[in-house]
Each structure stands twice: as structure tokens, then as C-alpha cells.
């Protein structure tokens, strides 16, 4: 195979793609400024350093009751005794036998009694913990960086004329049980809420990500748009569905609240150890949890329109995700599978087109439909071996959702690398001719749409994954029939990578923080969902037809 001078033209195309989708997840600047207006993480950081100097989870005490007097201390003085009431109970816990639970609910008053609910627990982890976690964790961030958001939104908004109200919940016992949560859920007053914030942290570093809603979304989602610098895949809560983990969000969903839960999930080996300490916090994570909540607070107080508690009921749930820093894309998901069933119009048309104009043999694209399957095969196949191999090599238990070790990123890298690499490679080897790829490239694009369409109907969610890469290579087989001459094929490789590059590397990413080694079956599946549509296309740019 000949390759001419605009391959370099082709490579730069694909680094700056590649580089562009690396700002997706990007984190605020910190504003180093301790008395500047507006949320600061530097003040957030002073008060995880009180919270964090020694675990205190419910068997800690001493230290847990110390932590609680800070807390109420902080809000008498914000929003006076009046607005704060301590909420009592005792729970029978399998592990630790009776506890008494101890939440703390703050009021900052508006014309409205209806309140935006914002939610954080206090309690730290203790020595009892999942597999591989070690416990006596000191909470910096989990769940300090809640503590910590709530008490700098205490801070800004006493005081100010509200349309609506806020409550900020600190609740007891959530390592443990959900229990301060669960008795929240249950209180009166939960009545007034419109709209629950939790604010968790899986980590300590990274994006905070807008993870899990409740169901029938679509009135969160146009909310949660407001956020600053969002961050948020559809695709997250049906992967934290299956994870081991639950968060007082859990108990507010039960009792049919809607709301959104924030995380961080990068540092996943200071999670539930010791190494959760004040040393190890990140300040631009904490400023990332401010950018996004206090525009929804502000939002939330400043419109009477949500002074109605049932405002935030839906009928759907929306498809939605963050597709560049700053820019968050959703619709509905009745809009979801309207766009899939008239893609799989226009793929049928698009095939009938091109085998009447010659340029697609309907026996080479059944062919290629056939090859694009085993590769799909062969990449989960490598995913599995690869996930199953790290996990035994160091010695830690092998779960789909969870190995905790660290250094996993370089053999999943690998992993990653090789399975694109081979498809290249086996493309260029044995589909040399231009129509032989193009048959492959609208193969990937019917497989992703045919996904698309399923997901559309049984897990709206999802289809994103698999309709962002079917209409981008769609349109590049289209426009490409049509538009020729070497600036257009450009222009048709770039939009293909680009699309896909800015939806597919922050995704996998996000994923892998989420699921660890062990999910890198469904890692690579996803790849080469992307990598069937993107690299016939690279190839057909770099080649001399």
C-alpha cells in the first residue's frame, strides 16, 4: 500500500483530536485568594483539615463527636441556633450492635418553604471494609470534600433574599449503613424538598462527576445544565448500578425524590484507607464541586418557579453527556429513539444508493459485517484475559467491577493500544483495496446503530455510546460518496475522529477510574465500537486511491 504526502496531514489531525479530547474533563483553577467572593476550595481545604485529624467513623467516638460539635459549631455561628436542630435515633447494626445516629439539618430560609436539599455524611470509614480496602480511613475526602462544600454554601447564602429555601443535611452512619440517610428519608420534613444534592467522593482527585439521578431524569437534567464546567455520562449510572457501592443519594431515591449525586473518582487507592487523609486531598477537585453546585443552588433560589416540591417530577428519562468542557448535550429519550429509527432509515437508503452507484458490493459488506463481529469478539476476549491476568499477577481478587490495585493504567494502556493497533494493521494486510474498507466502515456503522436502536428502547442511557460514532461514520460514507478532492476528505477524517475522540477517550477514562482493571472487557468492547468506524476511515485518508 502507497501512502502519499498528506499522511502527515492525516497524523496531525488525529494528535490534535486526540489532544482536544484530553480538556473534557477539565478541573477549575483554584482562587488562591482566601478572601475572595464566591466558593472557595482553599476555605473548604482549612475546614478538611479540622475534619480530618483522626478517623472518625461511628466507632471512633471521641473523634466523631468532636467532628459533629465543629459541624454544628460552623452552623450556629452562619445561620444561627434557630435555623439548626439536631435529629436523634438509634440503629441496630449487624457489626457494631446499637448506635445512636446523630443528624445535623440546617435551614437557610427563603419566601418559600420549599428547599433544595444538599447532603453529606461525617462519618468516615471505619475498620470494617470491603475487599482489599484496608478502613480507619481519616475522611478528607470521603466525606470531607461534602462537609466541606455544604459549610462554604452556608456560608454564601446566609443571610441572602431567597425565592426558595435550602436545607443542608449532615447525616451519621453512612459507612456503615445508610442509616442517617435512611431516618431522613423518613421525616416530615422531606416533604417540603423539591430536589436532593448528595455530595460523595470515591477518590480524591479528578473530575467530580454528576453520576447517578433518579428515574425519570428529564427535569433534573435541564436543571443540572445550569451547572458550571458539568460533567456527567448517561452511561454512569447504569455502570454504578452494578458496582458495589451505595451512597445516601440511594435512601432519598427510594423515598421518590429526584436529585443528582456528585463524585470524585480518581484516587481510587486512598479510597477506605488510612491514605484518605488531609495530605492527599486535591484542591482543584473541591473547586470542580463548587463550579458545578452553587450555580444550581443559585439557580434553585433564585426562581420561584421551583416552589412547587413536584416540580422536578418527570414523565422520561433524558440521554445526556458531556462532550467538551463546558458543553453538556441531552434530549430527551423519546427524542433518543426517533434519531435512532431515522439513522437506520437513512443507513437502509445510503445502501440501497451506493450498490445501485456501483460503490458498494452487497457481498463485501456482508463480509465485513462478519469480520467487524470477530473483532468485537476478539477484543473482549483480550479484555477479559488481560483483567484476569493483572488481577492474579498482584495477588488481589478479581471482580468485573473492582481490583483494587494500583499501576493497572499501563497494561490496560497496552491493552487499549494493541487491540486498535491489530485492527490496523489486519485492515491494511488484508483489505488493501478502498472499497473492501469502505464495506468495513459501513459494517461498524450498522453494528453501532443496530446497538443504538436496541438501547434506545431497553436502556435509553446508553445509546449515546453507540449513536455518536453511527451518525459520524454514517455521515462520512454519505458526504464522501458526494464531495470530493483532497480538503473534503480532510474535512470528513477530521470530523469523524474528532466527534469520536471527544466523546470516546474522557468516556473510557471516566469508566476505568469507575470500574477499574476489571471491567476492561467492556472497555475494549466499547473501543472497538468506536475503532470499527474510526480507523477504515484513517486509513482511507491515508491511502492513494
Known sequence: MKFHGNLAITACILVVSLVLSLFVLYTPVVPYDPTASGFSAVRAATTIGILAQAPHSVVDRTAHEAVRQYIEGRLTSTVGAANVTEQDYTVEDPDFGTLPIRNLLAKIPGDSDTAILLVAHYDSRGYIGRSAELGQSYGAADDGYGVATLLEIARLYH??????????????????GLYGA?????????????????????????????FETGKKNERAIDFYAHAGLPVSYNLATAVYSVMPNSTDFTEFVQARKQGLNFAVLGGLKDYHSPADSFANISQTSLQHYGAQIVPLVEEFVSNAKYSDPAYFTGVQDQVFFTLFAGVFVHYPASTAVAMNLAALALLIGLIVLLALRKSLRLGSYGRQLQRAF???????????????????????????????MPGTEIPTLLAMLAVVAALGFWMSRKLPKAEDRRAFLLAGVTIDLLLSTLTGFVLSGASFVFFVPAAVGLATVFLAEFLKGPVWRHVLLGQNLLWN????????????????VGGLLALLLIL??????????????AQRE
Not at 421525616?187 to 454528576?210: H, Q, T
Not at 473482549?380 to 498482584?394: I, K, R
Not at 488481589?396 to 473492582?402: A, E, H, R
Not at 472497538?528 to 485518508?541: D, G, N, Q, T
Open 159 to 176: 443571610g441572602q433574599s431567597m425565592k426558595n429555601s435550602i436545607y443542608l443535611l449532615f447525616t451519621d452512619g453512612e459507612e456503615p
Open 182 to 210: 435512611e431516618k431522613a428519608a423518613g421525616e416530615s420534613w422531606l416533604a417540603k424538598v423539591g430536589l436532593v444534592v448528595n455530595v460523595e467522593a470515591r477518590g480524591n482527585s479528578g473530575a467530580a462527576y454528576m
Open 528 to 541: 472497538m465500537l468506536y475503532a470499527i468506524v474510526m480507523v477504515p476511515s484513517f486509513l482511507l485518508e
Open 501 to 516: 475522540l471527544l466523546l470516546l477517550v474522557p468516556s473510557l477514562y471516566s469508566l476505568f477510574i469507575a470500574l477499574t
Open 374 to 404: 470477530v473483532s468485537l469478539i476478539a477484543a473482549a476476549v483480550v479484555g477479559y484475559v488481560v483483567s484476569v491476568a493483572t488481577a492474579f499477577l498482584g495477588k488481589v481478587p478479581w471482580k468485573v467491577t473492582y481490583v483494587r
